[in-house]
């Protein structure tokens, strides 16, 4: 192959590369389930406040915490003044995972709020006492007057939601000195049988059947799951296990049975394939036509036996399979099979090439790179022997009957 069509793959390939990662579809982390901490607040009011002022100050706190996709409140608020300890026997007794303790009092000009936070799965606090002053008029109550603590409760907590390893929450689990509180919840997978769902314990729990699985996980925790079916994309999700059985209901997208392809042969040349999955996403059977009309891009040299323009037309009938799953940024696979070389002659028509009219894709290598789900960067290599009793008219070598080098670059559209 000649040096400047090397370098042009080189540089398409790089293309793709860079291509591939700035075109994203939405992240996993945008399909995940929002998984909010479960809070109790304790609030308490001390000192010469009027009706209207405890009014406004709770509700504006009530408010301020059910803006943050972090934390969710558990009703009721509980007024009074409790030791930590109860706070806990409290909590658990709610079913929350975390508490946050404010004590308002009032001063003559100033508000006074102390605070603390308690996490019941890590069995510490996050926020020892913190103490700030506010000022007392009603203008100030009135202005993101719990701004700041709802801001700290919720950096906190953020950190912490989805972080607990399983094998964390086993050693927890296993070393807690409530056994009672920290029972295994039983949780319920409803999905497409043969399902895969792994993440959730050493080996994979499989989807029966009847399309159930199930399996016991600690009290108060927050997990992440894969789903993976042949057939269907797989499904990447957080949960929230609190206190009461869950039943999860899997949504596994099908995969596509349909593809198009447009490509460059051996960089010059336009082809086009329709692929049709017999595993979707798996499988396939492509059938595809390749036209050396026109060369694109590098000119045809005078004596070249290789590079030429003539209206001949591969045709390609391939089996393929892929080895990794389609969601995969490199996914590769490999394919065989056969194609006629048609012909058009001014005077006959259609007919098959008399040099080489069929042959053998003796085998395939096919390599895709993409983050995008539907829309899949390729690089494919072939061994192609042409059955033909004159290999010398198809190159100056004799062994140009089999050609090692076929090249496409192109883009694949999932359907």
């Known amino acids: 192959m000649k040096r400047e069509p090397i370098i042009f793959y080189l540089i398409l390939i790089f293309f793709m590369i860079c291509l591939s990662y700035g075109f994203t579809e939405e992240s996993t982390e945008e399909n995940i389930v929002s998984v909010p901490r479960q809070l109790s607040l304790f609030l308490v009011f001390k000192g010469n406040f009027d009706q209207e002022?405890?009014?406004?100050?709770?509700?504006?706190?009530?408010?301020?915490?059910?803006?943050?996709?972090?934390?969710?409140?558990?009703e009721p608020v509980i007024e009074e003044d409790l030791t930590p300890d109860m706070r806990n026997i409290k909590a658990d007794e709610l079913k929350s995972d975390c508490w946050l303790a404010?004590?308002?009092?009032?001063?003559?000009?100033?508000?006074?709020?102390?605070?603390?936070?308690?996490?019941?799965?890590?069995?510490?606090?996050?926020?020892?006492?913190?103490?700030?002053?506010?000022?007392?008029k009603i203008r100030s109550l009135q202005r993101s007057f719990w701004k700041d603590i709802i801001i700290d409760i919720a950096n906190k907590y953020s950190q912490v939601t989805g972080k607990l390893e399983i094998k964390e929450v086993v050693e927890y689990k296993n070393t807690t000195k409530d056994a009672v509180q920290q029972k295994g919840v039983k949780v319920v997978?409803?999905?497409?049988?043969?399902t895969s769902i792994q993440g959730l314990s050493e080996e994979a729990?499989?989807?029966?059947?009847r399309g159930i699985a199930r399996i016991e996980l600690a009290q108060a925790s927050t997990y992440k799951m894969k789903a993976v079916c042949p057939g269907y994309y797989s499904l990447e999700q957080s949960f929230y296990v609190g206190f009461e059985p869950v039943k999860i209901t899997l949504k596994q997208e099908p995969?596509?049975?349909?593809?198009?392809?447009?490509?460059?042969?051996?960089?010059?040349?336009?082809?086009?394939?329709?692929?049709?999955?017999?595993?979707?996403?798996?499988?396939?059977?492509?059938?595809?036509?390749?036209?050396?009309?026109?060369?694109?891009?590098?000119?045809?040299?005078?004596?070249?036996t290789k590079d030429y323009e003539s209206p001949l037309f591969p045709v390609f009938l391939?089996?393929?399979?892929?080895?990794?799953e389609e969601d995969s940024f490199f996914r590769y696979g490999f394919n065989a099979g056969v194609f006629i070389r048609l012909f058009y002659d001014n005077d006959r028509g259609i007919i098959?090439?008399?040099?080489?009219?069929?042959?053998?894709?003796?085998?395939?290598?096919h390599a895709e790179l993409s983050t995008l789900k539907k829309i899949r960067f390729f690089y494919e290599q072939n061994v192609l022997v042409y059955i033909t009793e004159n290999p010398n008219l198809l190159s100056d070598n004799d062994m140009h009957a089999i050609n090692f080098f076929d090249i496409k670059l192109g883009v694949r559209f999932i359907l």
């Open 352 to 365: 098959l090439d008399p040099v080489a009219g069929w042959g053998v894709k003796l085998f395939g290598f």
């Open 53 to 74: 002022e405890t009014l406004l100050l709770k509700q504006s706190l009530l408010i301020k915490i059910a803006e943050d996709d972090d934390i969710n409140l558990v």
């Open 189 to 194: 997978f409803e999905g497409n049988p043969g």
């Open 205 to 209: 729990l499989v989807v029966n059947e």
């Open 318 to 324: 391939t089996f393929g399979f892929y080895v990794n």
């Open 255 to 304: 995969a596509s049975r349909i593809a198009l392809d447009a490509y460059l042969h051996e960089v010059d040349y336009l082809g086009g394939g329709f692929v049709f999955y017999l595993i979707p996403n798996y499988y396939f059977l492509e059938l595809s036509i390749t036209t050396y009309i026109k060369k694109l891009i590098w000119p045809v040299e005078k004596g070249d």
């Open 102 to 136: 404010v004590l308002v009092t009032a001063k003559t000009e100033t508000i006074e709020i102390v605070y603390s936070s308690y996490d019941l799965i890590n069995k510490k606090f996050v926020i020892e006492e913190k103490k700030f002053i506010k000022d007392r």
